[in-house]
């Protein structure tokens, strides 16, 4: 304990020679848990009424490498607009140090941005560029001066003061954007996408690099990323986010291995995605076989079972309780992408060795290997009420999407329809007028039809997430409620299609007052 | 058999893209080369046919042509200052505000450009005589006022196109270095718009100082460049008239250079731009 505090205070004090007092200045290492900034409850609406994000709260602390990660619309880049100032929440509160700056202008906020495109001057040269901050706040020339070159040799540009900015390749504008952000030695440096324009092995490069230059001023880095091993790389925490809202916060590793939910499982990394249930404690059933697992949940619950594709081992064909067959085997560099068909599902494998297609595999996987996420039970709600009764026919409920007419028997299970009434089995009446009505239905008893008319809601899919034989689709539908529903064909993301399911497949709950 | 019959055709036929140039090349020496090769004969000769400067001379020593000059450069000046001064508030405004009838209004401002000069100088003629009574009292600013209406579109559209391609970032980032918003304009959004303005004050600057019409029009009886190489074409005086002609061409030389140059700085911005997309 006392050995490992000493030898960070050590390197701390290392550091601290290396780099130039002002880089340090007030920077309170000590106090490395303190929240810096706090989103409280943030709702951001824009001009033409989207909502980006609906209710969202996030605490980042002083000196971290956060990254937002998510596909592009999740409203990632708004939060770390909303925290440089280019964009108002609508509703919450955005806090810095405690103190409330959701109305404060950008130029007033200690927090400087690397924009995605850099947004360098073109008409000013390089020194100009990075000066721009300081001579604003009226820094002596000779302050200048020095400062420019320290932030130049810190991004590995010493002498670049004089060239013109349409003469520096990607990698070095990139760089110069940095440079010009921290000179004016930020409290927060947020980062927006500001890799994503450099070619594979300069953005390597700039990753490690940031990571060390975070390292060295011990300033709080957000980073807005949807490239997940980029993320994984860099920082602290990872905040993956998916349609405005945070799907699971985290470090790397904790977001790699024990992702929250069927998302992260699939954003973050290849998986396979199984569907299961509980059998034992920790006796996991899927694949046609069982296994331990380490996590714990009631008999019978339904799962998912998320496999790292690195963490399937290949046996001999007869061996491991998995038996299949390969279908494919491409050489990725490092490892071997192996696929293997079983009777129930499509396996992928990463391992060193290569296979023929065709090869009989046994496959086998560790206790350790499975995460379990239990099966959410509370997708495809629907809230409706009752409108009409029409003997025969049954009632007509009405929900935010849909009408639907569904016989009574459906809804209250033991009534007895009778002379165009209807009473309970004791023979009293119901009271059916305006009673609210939940129906819900299971992913896998929905089907998809690419006529619009042919189901009882349309919409247009989302997002899709491969699991073992099938794929499990988001529809949504104009006033933005969410459809989840399994299907074996494959969809695009954006086709319209619609859902139907079977009136008995459907179920009615009546809601109490 | 068939294969010699086409191979023929083509010959007879086929003619290099160079060839096509040709009409252009004969318009071209017909109405611009010949034509410039007679102003510059009569401007430097005399009614002897002999080479000489005195016309050069001439229209320096006089105080009465020099005078026109400076008017000339005084009415085109005022006009395009005025100009500017409208237009870059009114470009801003219609490009960087969000406005979603942005363009609708834009097409306001230019729609006077569809109707025929004459006819909009004579209504607006008329409006000043309601006015004024008697034009002939202020004849410099009514000068002004019509040839300001007339250019102001030709000032608006080379603002309004660089300011709808500065791209907002610029601003964003000024803003983010601890910029206020006057900072914001000066230090970034003012110099990125320079090929804007360089190309309107060209478009405005030169036209003024020719535009003899609208002088005419408002009874403004002083002369510009224009009415001197008018009065002294029709006065069959075609050596005095041609140095003016040259005078202007030089003028016209010099400015096309300086936006040259400024334009050559736009490309290069755009260059750094489309590098970083």
């Known amino acids: 304990m006392f050995a490992s505090a000493v030898s960070v205070k050590k390197a701390i004090k290392e550091t601290m020679v290396r780099w130039p007092a002002w880089v340090w200045e007030e920077k309170e290492l000590e106090n490395k848990n303190d929240v810096l900034i706090e989103l409280k409850h943030v709702k951001k609406v824009f001009e033409d009424g989207v909502t980006v994000i609906e209710d969202l709260s996030l605490e980042i602390k002083k000196g971290e490498f956060v990254t937002l990660l998510g596909p592009s619309g999740c409203g990632k880049t708004t939060i770390l607009r909303m925290i440089g100032g280019f964009e108002k929440p609508t509703e919450g509160e955005l806090l810095l140090n405690g103190k409330d700056i959701s109305n404060l202008p950008p130029n007033e906020r200690p927090i400087n941005t690397v924009f995605q495109k850099y947004a360098l001057f073109p008409h000013l040269n390089v020194y100009d560029n990075i000066a721009f901050g300081l001579k604003i706040k009226g820094v002596d020339k000779k302050t200048q001066d020095e400062k420019v070159k320290k932030v130049l040799e810190m991004v590995d540009l010493e002498g670049f003061e004089k060239r013109s900015i349409s003469t520096l390749s990607g990698g070095q504008q990139q760089r110069i954007a940095i440079a010009r952000a921290i000179v004016n030695e930020p409290e927060v440096l947020l980062l927006d996408e500001s890799l994503s324009a450099l070619d594979y092995k300069m953005r390597k490069e700039m990753q490690l690099e940031l990571k060390e230059m975070h390292r060295k001023l011990g300033i709080t880095f957000i980073f807005v990323t949807h490239d997940q091993e980029e993320a994984l790389t860099m920082s602290d925490k990872v905040v993956v986010m998916s349609d405005g809202d945070i799907q699971q916060i985290g470090t790397p590793e904790d977001i790699y291995n024990e992702p929250k939910n069927l998302f992260v499982a699939d954003f973050i990394g290849a998986s396979n995605i199984f569907k299961g249930k509980m059998v034992g404690k920790k006796q996991v059933e899927f694949c046609g076989a069982v296994f331990e697992c380490l996590d714990d949940y009631a008999v019978d619950t339904m799962i998912d079972a998320v496999v790292r594709p690195e963490d399937v081992e290949i046996v001999e064909a007869g061996k491991g309780r998995i038996q299949g067959e390969v279908i494919s085997c491409d050489f990725k560099g490092i490892f071997y992408v192996t696929s293997v068909k079983t009777d129930k599902a499509e396996i992928e494998i990463h391992n060193l060795k290569s296979f023929q297609i065709g090869d009989k595999v046994g496959l086998d996987l560790q206790p350790d290997g499975i995460h379990i996420i239990p099966y959410d039970t509370s997708i495809n709600h629907y809230d409706g009420e009752i409108t009409s009764y029409e003997a025969g026919n049954g009632f007509e409920i009405a929900f935010e999407d849909f009408t639907l007419t569904v016989p009574a028997r459906n809804v209250f299970a033991d009534c007895v329809e009778k002379d165009g009434g209807l009473t309970d089995a004791k023979g009293q009446a119901i009271a059916w007028e305006n009673v609210k009505v939940t129906m819900s239905f299971l992913p896998h008893d929905a089907i998809l039809n690419d006529d619009a008319d042919a189901g009882f809601v349309a919409g247009d899919i989302f997002n899709f997430i491969y699991k073992d034989d099938h794929y499990r689709y988001r529809i949504r539908s104009e006033s933005e409620e969410d459809y989840i529903v399994n299907d074996a064909d494959l969809w695009n993301v954006g086709d319209h299609v619609s859902v139907s399911v079977p009136v008995e497949k459907m179920k009615f709950e009546i809601q109490k007052a | ?277």
């Open chain 2, 1 to 277: 058999m068939s294969r010699d019959f086409t191979e023929e055709k083509t010959l007879k036929y086929s003619f290099s893209r160079k060839q096509l140039a040709i009409p252009y090349c004969i318009f071209l020496i017909l109405f611009v080369i010949l034509p410039l090769l007679v102003v510059i004969f009569y401007a430097f000769t005399n009614d002897e046919g002999q080479v000489s400067f005195a016309n050069f001379i001439a229209f320096f020593q006089s105080s009465k042509t020099v005078g026109t000059l400076v008017y000339s450069i005084v009415i085109a000046v005022v006009t395009t200052l005025i100009c500017l001064l409208i237009a870059y508030p009114t470009a801003y405004i219609l490009a960087k505000t969000g406005m979603r009838s942005g363009s609708a209004l834009l097409l306001l401002f230019v729609l006077p450009m569809w109707i025929n000069f004459t006819l909009r100088i004579t209504a607006l003629k008329e409006i000043l005589t309601l006015i004024e009574g008697n034009l002939a009292f202020h004849p410099f600013f009514n000068t002004i006022l019509c040839m300001v209406y007339d250019f102001l579109p030709f000032m608006i559209m080379p603002l309004y196109n660089t300011l709808t391609k500065l791209d907002d970032s610029y601003v964003e980032a000024a803003q983010d270095l601890g910029a206020k918003k006057s900072h914001v304009f000066l230090k970034v959004v003012l110099p990125l718009s320079v090929p804007g303005i360089v190309s309107g004050v060209t478009m405005v600057f030169l036209p003024s100082m020719t535009n003899y019409v609208v002088l005419d029009m408002v009874y403004n009886s002083t002369y510009i460049m224009g009415s001197l190489i008018g009065s002294y074409f029709s006065a069959y005086d075609w050596h005095n008239g041609s140095v003016i002609s040259i005078i202007l061409l030089l003028i016209i030389c010099v400015i096309t250079f300086i936006s040259n140059r400024y334009a050559e700085g736009d490309d290069r911005q755009q260059g750094k731009v489309s590098v970083l997309k």
